[in-house]
C-alpha cells in the first residue's frame, strides 16, 4: 500500500471511494467532490495495486497556530478490515506534523450510523474533546475528537 498526496489523477478515484460509502449522503457525497474541485484542501490518498481506496482530506483552521481539521477519512470498504484506514491516518498525521501541526481535530455525527467511524477515532488514539447536542439537525450530535503531537 501507497500513501502519499493526491494528483489530479486521483479525482475519479476519490469520487468512487466516496461514492461506496453507505452512510454518506448525496450532499456529503458532492461535498467531497465540491472540496476537490474548489481547491485548496489536501488530499492524501491510499493506493492499492495502482487504483485509489482510501483518503483523507485535511488543512489548516484558519486564525489557529498549528490546528489542523480533518474534514474526510474514507476507505473503500474492499480495503477495510486490513490496516488501511489507521495506516492513512498516521501517513496524513506525519504530513500534519511536517508542516508545524500540533493538534489534528475529527468532527463526525453522533448517529448511530457513524458508531463505527467513533470507535475508530478513539481505536487510533483520539480523544473525545466534546458533544454538541443537536448540531447538525435535532437528534444529530456533533462529536470531536483530537489528537495532540
Request: hydrophobic content about 35%.
Amino acid at each position: 500500500m501507497i500513501f502519499e498526496p493526491a494528483k489530479p489523477e486521483d479525482r475519479q478515484g476519490i469520487l468512487a471511494v466516496t461514492a461506496k460509502i453507505d452512510v454518506f449522503t448525496d450532499e456529503e457525497k458532492d461535498t467531497v467532490r465540491e472540496l476537490w474541485d474548489d481547491g485548496g484542501y489536501d488530499f492524501l490518498v491510499a493506493r492499492r495495486d495502482g487504483r485509489v481506496v482510501g483518503f483523507t482530506c485535511y488543512g489548516e483552521r484558519a486564525l489557529t497556530e498549528g490546528t489542523y481539521d480533518l474534514f474526510w477519512i474514507a476507505v473503500d470498504p474492499s480495503a477495510r478490515r486490513l490496516g488501511t484506514g489507521k495506516s492513512l491516518m498516521r501517513a496524513t498525521e506525519a504530513e500534519v506534523q511536517k508542516r508545524g501541526g500540533r493538534i489534528l481535530i475529527a468532527e463526525t455525527s453522533g448517529m448511530e450510523s457513524y458508531a463505527s467511524t467513533r470507535a475508530f477515532y478513539e481505536s487510533v488514539g483520539y480523544q473525545k474533546e466534546a458533544v454538541i447536542r443537536d448540531f447538525y439537525k435535532p437528534g444529530d450530535d456533533l462529536a470531536i475528537y483530537t489528537l495532540h503531537f
